[in-house]
């Protein structure tokens, strides 16, 4: 999860690179044509734009007030709800807040420790949140609904903190900012707003890894997920780091750490069946060469002596299909008699 979050990241800030070369070229073309200043690299920015029929381009180059207009328009939009959603999370940090217990601020600072984070943390307790979550950067918080205190045992608040503690030590508030900016500037693209929700899914699956990693019991974690997602409610702040999210996104994040355990099981499953396999290899390899020996011998049946008879008899009972029977004698001079029956 970690990687394609890194991946998805990436590849929104390569979009944004884009974007901006391209913008400076044009720029840069407009410049260049208003001082009659012909360059090599102004030429070869610009080339594609020359092979589109210069009729075409006219066309399109008159629609292209109305487009900007419409582009002021939405980054304004964003702009509103971006500054609505953050003056939202400055008015959590500062009201209704209330001391946790010595028992909750215990877990917290041993968790803090096992995450090695030097950053200065807040923990309180919040009447106007409705799940846990963290909030800055410089000066992160971290906030618990007051409404959970009689409803998480240690472990699962254990686990929640875990939750929220990793986005500060990956330092996602900063690139949560990040890739707002860029959603902003880059409206109008929908591979953007993928490769958004792509990181969004991957931060919290990341976190979720490092929980199980430390805690090492994933059916408790999910059951603490659900418990806060119950007392969840829809109105959530928008742009704060929370440990549910949409309930679709948190429904696939039980059933992936659910599976989790699953395949963790199955993994010790094969591995017994691996080794049973190999010992049952083992045990044919010794029991097969034991009745070939049992084999061989029920086809020749060798006679030290017989009674009545003075020279050494060798019998070689034939186990074909029509189970004839034949005698040798041997002599003391060598000389060998074959008799196809007893009655010869």
């Not at 007030?65 to 980054?75: A, C, S």
């Amino acid at each position: 999860a970690k990687y394609k979050h890194n991946l998805a990241f990436g590849s929104i800030l390569l979009m944004f690179g884009f974007f901006i070369f391209n913008l400076s070229s044009i720029l840069l073309k407009n410049v260049a044509s208003q001082n009659t200043i012909g360059n090599v690299e102004n030429l070869n920015a610009t080339q594609y734009l020359n092979t589109i029929p210069e009729n075409l381009y006219s066309k399109i180059e008159q629609y292209f007030p109305i487009v900007v207009v419409f582009y002021i328009i939405g980054i304004a939009l964003q702009l509103f709800v971006i500054v609505k959603g953050y003056n939202k999370l400055a008015r959590f940090k500062k009201e209704n807040l209330s001391l946790v217990s010595e028992g909750w601020n215990d877990i917290f600072k041993k968790v803090t420790a096992n995450l090695k984070i030097s950053k200065h943390i807040k923990f309180h307790l919040s009447s106007i949140v409705n799940v846990p979550l963290v909030i800055g950067y410089l000066k992160p918080i971290v906030l618990f609904p007051v409404a959970l205190v009689n409803e998480l045992d240690n472990d699962q608040v254990e686990a929640i903190l875990i939750h929220e503690l990793s986005h500060i030590r990956r330092n996602d508030f900063l690139l949560n900012l990040i890739k707002t900016a860029i959603e902003t500037f880059l409206f109008f693209n929908p591979f953007v707003w993928m490769a958004g929700r792509f990181i969004h899914i991957e931060r919290e699956h990341a976190c979720d890894d490092l929980v199980l990693k430390l805690t090492g019991k994933p059916l408790n974690y999910a059951h603490a997920l659900l418990k806060l997602e119950l007392l969840k409610d829809k109105n959530s702040p928008a742009y704060a780091l929370a440990a549910t999210g949409k309930t679709q996104n948190l429904y696939q994040r039980i059933k992936r750490i659910t599976n989790m355990k699953t395949n963790y099981l199955n993994a010790k499953q094969q591995m017994a069946a691996l080794t049973l396999g190999i010992a049952c290899l083992f045990s044919v390899a010794w029991i097969n060469p034991a009745k070939k020996e049992i084999k061989k011998t029920t086809k020749k049946v060798e006679i030290i002596s017989a009674k009545n008879i003075s020279t050494n008899a060798v019998v070689f009972m034939d186990t074909t299909k029509k189970r004839k029977i034949k005698i040798v004698t041997v002599d003391a001079n060598g000389k060998k008699t074959e008799y196809n029956s007893v009655k010869d």
